[in-house]
């Protein structure tokens, strides 16, 4: 394929984008604004009801004897949600690639009509729904086949067809249940209750996924539109380009930089491609880079953004319900990895730039000297640690003071720091949007482009502030940080010509809600795709949770990996990659979760590994982005091709080579969850991080051929083995100095009396599974007390000898041994007893890190000599 004839317009693009996430129709006159004000209609009830507003309401009808309910519970707002979807679907997605993309036929005003009745049926019959309690009547039959019919085909149009077979097929085998072979029989075929699982109850279509939707989801979308449509994307892209464009192969460097940014508060991988590529690929191809290889790394750093905390994508949010964590403890345990994994991305746009002799853009004016440069910075660091205490210390100072009202005081403080940084940012340049095309040969000047938008800092602070300190629910921190870009939205073009001496206070004032109005639009519209992803993917996880096909799939999952760990995390990758090609991210993860990660910890217990159910579901994640990179459906490859013009086939294929290093983190951490800062202190989780960072780098470089020179075969090989070797140095120690030794049933009791308190042990125990067959698993269970007979009893389980056998003859209700997952007349075959003494894994760093400092200088030396001799 030529370049030209691939490249797409502007135009063009922003129909790509608008078919795939928020719809191709464009109709106009009255359809149109029906539209616009019913997205923003969705946006404000959406804000409402994660506001005090309605409990302040309530509370002031209840004081004046009214009885009037205005304080949603979730299971109404998630129907409300459910029915703004459906209407906004049936209007915004075409039925066909044919069908009219200017006007609204007929047949799709009476589907939106009746979607949006069918959707809002929970909340307008809530009250005769719960009183029937489980026996629906006819309208609720019908009402729900319809209701589950209209969904299928507001899913196939807004996501495609894969998502919907997949729900249809997870239907008839819910109808199918007595005619299927044993290992998957089941009883649960009747309408009645399939039609009240699905439509009637939160176990089906208004589940836990569409309540995530509602209740967070929605509000961090709608805060990423807003915060665009203040002008905070085209900041990121420029502060990256203006910070990292003098580096070799900068605009690549600051691609990177620009997309992890804008990932922060894009849900969508393809809409982040489409909205910095369109800046970011052609300054890559001006310096050097092929058409495909700068779209690769678009995509890349784009899909990457959905790993990155504080919101990837969706999947944070489902975690939280689906884990049983906090949203806290969720970031915690994904942060190493997603920074990992775009050092790692900055590193191999490094050696693309190395390999091809590239070089970065001029600056407007020479740098300062080093030592300048490090007391800025130095400056920076000091000051950011500073304000911090400040504010940790600070705001703790102000609840003391003014206690209920401090809320009041916060909310002073913040606007005296939005007018501060609005008249500081006033005495630089705005920021214009610039023409991708045109030649750009000096970077922006990094003083003017950083402040000129300091700003737009403030509600992520707020955000994250609210998330990390605060600890409030993440629903309630994105409606605080939407909160305050409202009122930036509002009021920045006022208060910059106010600053500025420019005058037209009131056309300034106008603007500023427009801008609020398009945001609300923007964020609803954005959500439709989202909202039917979830529900639709609600039907799956009702009948996974009717028909119990966990316990055969696990069975079924054991059989064919042979009990093999990593073969069973191989077909877990491949099918989420596989349902990734035709599944949107927030559904992928949703099916692929619902049906194996219980699978996989169950079969790691029973085979000797004790995985944690987090460490599953970010595997599960992982895998199910890298299907946006993937060929030969990548949906993010085919968008960077249109803005670059490149083969899309050939630009996935260089995607998901440089994916690479993502896709290797799965597995790493599910063997080595130091990586997910697991029970580790804070100074081993700086440790980790730092290790963590040189393997990645390493590994990167064996990818990439390419280190301080080219690399031969033994020099791959080799960089390999020490990548592997930083991330896992336990596979090796274990084989030298082992940490745990291993004991007899008969021998359990004497060592448990010897083994040290601040680790666990592995035990081995036989019983039977919840369906009543014979199980060998694996549990790890606390140590606590002095001797061994103290122990038993903290863990709460009363062993006896039978017949030359350890059983477990009783268990504490809600002990540690019960929430292991022991029980009476279990047999305690065998333990893993940790060691008082044993050499420390974190040696092995040492002899990794000579190898490759041994490798970097026989290669720099290699180099060296090149350069003299192409000299001579």
């Known amino acids: 394929m030529s370049t030209k004839t691939n490249q797409m317009s502007e135009t063009e693009l922003q129909d790509l984008v608008a ?45 004046q004897g009214i009885s009037l309910n205005v304080a949603l519970d979730d299971t109404k707002a998630r129907s409300i949600h459910l029915a703004f979807a459906l209407f906004l679907a049936f209007l915004s997605y075409p039925a066909f690639k044919f069908s009219p993309r200017h006007k609204i036929p007929v047949p799709d005003w009476g589907l939106a009509v009746i979607g949006a009745f069918l959707g809002a049926y929970y909340f307008i019959f809530y009250h005769g729904i719960v009183n029937r309690l489980g026996t629906p009547n006819t309208m609720d039959i019908i009402a729900g086949i319809a209701g589950i019919l209209i969904l299928l085909e507001a899913t196939r149009r807004a996501l495609g067809l894969p998502l919907a077979i997949i729900a249809i097929v997870f239907i008839l085998f819910n109808f199918a249940g007595p005619h299927l072979p044993q290992l998957v029989a089941h009883n649960a075929n009747r309408i009645t209750t399939i039609i009240n699982q699905q439509w009637l109850t939160t176990e089906g279509v208004f589940g ?211 007018i501060g940084l609005a008249w500081w940012c006033a005495k630089f340049p705005v920021l214009e949007l610039d023409d991708p095309n045109s030649e750009v040969t000096v970077l922006p000047s990094v003083k003017e482009t950083v402040n000129s938008g300091l700003h737009f800092l403030l509600p992520v602070v707020v955000l994250i502030w609210c998330l990390m300190v605060e600890r409030m629910s993440p629903g309630a921190s994105a409606y605080w940080g939407a909160v305050t870009l409202i009122f930036i939205l509002l009021t920045q073009r006022a208060l910059f010509a106010f600053f500025r001496n420019q005058g037209e206070y009131g056309n300034n004032l106008k603007l500023g809600f427009a801008d609020l109005l398009s945001g609300l639009e923007t964020g609803a519209r954005n959500m439709i795709g989202i909202a039917i992803a979830t529900a639709t993917a609600g039907i799956i996880v009702g009948v996974v949770a009717l028909t119990n096909i966990g316990a055969p799939l696990a069975q079924v999952v054991e059989i064919i990996s042979g009990g093999n760990i990593l073969v069973m995390l191989i077909m877990v990758a491949f099918l989420s990659l596989i349902l990734g090609m035709g599944l949107p991210t927030t559904a992928n993860y949703i099916v692929v979760s619902s049906l194996l990660a219980t699978v996989v910890v169950e079969v790691g217990r029973q085979n000797g590994l004790v995985v944690p159910l987090i460490a599953v579901h970010l595997f599960v994640f992982y895998f199910g982005i890298m299907a946006d990179v993937t060929p030969p459906v990548g949906l993010a490859s085919f968008a960077a091709a249109a803005v670059s013009g490149g083969d899309p086939i050939k630009t996935g294929f260089i995607a998901f080579f440089y994916s690479l290093r993502t896709a290797i983190l799965p597995f790493l951490f599910i063997f080595n969850t130091d990586l997910l800062l697991i029970d580790v202190t804070a100074a081993q989780g700086v440790l980790v991080f730092i290790v963590a960072t040189v393997a990645i780098l390493v590994f990167t470089a064996a990818s990439q051929a390419y280190f301080f020179d080219r690399c031969n075969i033994v020099e791959i090989l080799v960089l390999l083995l020490i990548a592997f070797t930083l991330f896992r140095p336990g596979f090796f120690m274990e084989r030298i100095s082992p940490s745990y030794d291993t004991v007899n049933a008969s021998d359990f009791v004497s060592a448990l009396a010897d083994a040290p308190t601040d680790r666990e042990m592995i035990v081995e125990i036989s019983g039977l599974s919840d369906i009543g067959e014979p199980i060998t698993f694996y549990t790890p269970l606390p140590i606590a007390g002095a001797s061994a007979e103290e122990r038993l009893d903290n863990l709460g389980v009363t062993l006896i000898n039978k017949d030359g056998k350890v059983i477990v003859d009783d268990v504490t209700f809600d002990s540690p041994a019960k929430k292991a997952g022991l029980d009476w007349d279990q047999e305690i075959l065998s333990a893993r007893i940790p060691k008082a003494s044993y050499l420390p894994k974190e040696l092995l760093y040492i002899p990794a890190l000579g190898v490759l400092a041994a490798i970097g200088f026989l290669q720099a030396k290699r180099r060296r000599k090149k350069l003299a001799a192409a000299t001579i």
């Open 208 to 418: 836990i996924a569409l309540g995530v939707s509602t209740k967070f989801v929605f509000l961090f979308v709608l805060f990423g539109a807003l915060l665009d449509k203040a002008g905070a994307g085209n900041y990121f892209i420029k502060t990256a380009f203006s910070l990292m464009g003098h580096f070799r192969g900068g605009p690549a460097k600051a691609a990177v930089i620009a997309s992890a940014s804008t990932g922060l508060i894009s849900g969508s991988s393809i809409a982040n491609v489409v909205t910095t590529g369109t800046f970011t690929i052609p300054m890559m191809k001006r310096v050097g880079f092929s058409s495909e290889k700068s779209g690769a790394v678009e995509v890349a750093s784009s899909v990457n953004g959905q790993i990155m905390p504080p919101v990837m994508g969706a999947a944070a949010f489902l975690m939280i319900e689906y884990v049983g964590i906090s949203y806290f403890e969720v970031v915690k345990h994904a942060i190493i990895p997603a920074l990992i994994s775009y050092i790692a991305l900055v590193y191999i746009v490094h050696l693309e730039a190395l390999k091809a002799g590239m070089k970065g853009l001029d600056r407007p004016k020479a740098p300062p000297p080093v030592l300048t440069r490090l007391f800025i910075w130095a400056t920076i660091i000091v000051g950011i640690l500073i304000l911090s205490v400040v504010l940790k210390y600070g705001l703790g100072f102000i609840k003391d003071i003014f206690k209920d009202q401090s809320l009041y005081a916060v909310a002073v403080l913040i606007l005296g720091a939005y």
């Open 19 to 63: 078919s795939t996430d928020t719809g191709g129709r464009n109709p106009g006159g009255f359809p149109a604004k029906l539209i616009i004000w019913v997205a923003i209609a969705w946006s404000l009830f959406q804000l409402y009801f994660s506001s005090p507003l309605p409990f302040i309401f309530q509370a002031w009808l209840n004081g």
